[in-house]
């Protein structure tokens, strides 16, 4: 069965530290790939998503992720974190059939 | 605001019992999404419907289902209430039918089982 994986459940963080997140999924297929963001007593909200074209797609609030095919990864970047950034993070794959979701990522920024 | 509505936002009940939950879709979204979100399982999908047909389901228990009406909006009932069942419940909403494209939430129902 297909599976999302995010190799760290909790990430604590300095505010300017730069910041990655990981994400491997098990699909060998085409994918489309998403990373969203639940801040504290909020609803889940999409931070990007890559469809096609260039790997590396920008989101919203300075966040990036990268597509490596061969790696079957989707990682999140930001250069330099900031305290509002405190937040769940999922990665989640569609395979043309539904949205397989990672475990979430809870990153605490130290102010 | 993502345009999805839940109803009610919070609901406290007795081991048991049985609730329902309501979901509106943004407008021009023909699919709903349920999903279970805990402390101990995380996210987990529980079912999608589109345009009134179910959809896909994921970790749904027997004692839970749910339906589309015709005018797109989904209930969530939940039967025979467990503690364990204590849960945010998100409703999501998406215009495609595989859910291919980006999944708009809304802003849950907290379930607390006493």
């Known amino acids: 069965a297909q599976s999302v994986s995010q190799h760290n459940h909790h990430v604590i963080l300095s505010e300017a530290a730069s910041l990655e997140l990981g994400c491997n999924y098990s699909y060998g297929g085409t994918v489309n790939l998403f990373w969203y963001v639940q801040y504290p007593g909020q609803h889940l909200q999409l931070l990007l998503k890559?469809?096609?074209?260039d790997p590396l797609v920008k989101g919203i609030k300075g966040f990036e992720a990268e597509f490596i095919k061969s790696k079957f990864s989707f990682n999140l970047r930001k250069p330099s974190v900031q305290w509002s950034d405190t937040a769940e993070y999922f990665c989640a794959v569609n395979n043309n059939y539904q949205l397989i979701w990672g475990a979430g990522t809870k990153l605490i920024i130290k102010p | 605001d993502s345009g999805v509505t839940q109803t009610p936002k919070h609901l406290i009940t007795a081991t048991g019992q049985r609730v329902t939950l309501r979901c509106s879709p943004r407008s021009g979204d023909l699919s709903v999404y349920w999903y279970q979100q805990s402390l101990d399982q995380g996210l987990q999908f529980l079912i999608q419907?589109?345009?009134?047909?179910?959809?896909a389901k994921g970790n749904i228990l027997e004692r839970f289902s749910a339906q589309q009406f015709p005018d797109l909006h989904s209930e969530l009932n939940l039967s025979s209430l467990e503690l364990g069942d204590s849960a945010l419940y998100f409703c999501?909403?998406?215009?495609?039918?595989?859910?291919?494209?980006?999944?708009?939430f809304g802003p849950g129902t907290r379930l607390t089982v006493l």
């Open positions: 999501a909403s998406s215009v495609e039918y595989g859910g291919s494209g980006e999944q708009f």
């Open positions: 419907y589109y345009n009134g047909e179910e959809r």
């Open positions: 890559y469809f096609s074209g």
